[in-house]
């Protein structure tokens, strides 16, 4: 693969992709009701926005498609294939840099990959992560939306 010069066109055209892939993904994960081809389809766009952000985007544009294709495969029952992912998105924001609502973020997909896995201790301690981090996290909004997304995830068997 060649190096291209930042701010290229080409780099217009992956963040469009991505963006588009991202939010065509996340309608179908919203969907009360999926068929089958539906869900190959919420996995394929998960898989084409990790992609187009790997080529251009920054450790949260990456780390957040990281884990949307783990929130992917948890749905669809695929716990190794969501616990590699949701690992690979927690291991990007370890920085101190980086923001509490986004390491909380990541953390609850790693919950709901150990969930997906069956793993009732994993899913226990990244819940209680998730909860410790976002117990720093300022933005009411952020904060909501993490929680509402902890809400939802079935707790293993």
Known sequence: MTERPAGTDEDGGHRRFAVDAF???????????RTPE???????????????????GTVENTAVSDWQ????????GDGPLALW???????RVQGPDQPSWLRASM????????AAAGDRA??????????DLLAQVDDDEDRELIESQLATIPPPG
């Open 23 to 33: 939010n065509a993904a996340w309608s179908l994960i919203d969907a009360p009701e």
């Open 38 to 56: 539906q869900d190959r389809q919420m996995l394929t766009l998960a898989f084409a926005a990790r992609w187009h952000w790997g080529e251009i």
């Open 69 to 76: 294709v783990a929130h992917c495969a948890s749905l669809l």
């Open 85 to 91: 992912f949701a690992h690979a998105a927690l291991e």
């Open 107 to 114: 953390c609850e997909g790693m919950a709901r990959a150990h």
């Open 122 to 131: 994993g899913y226990e301690r990244f819940v209680a992560q998730a909860r």
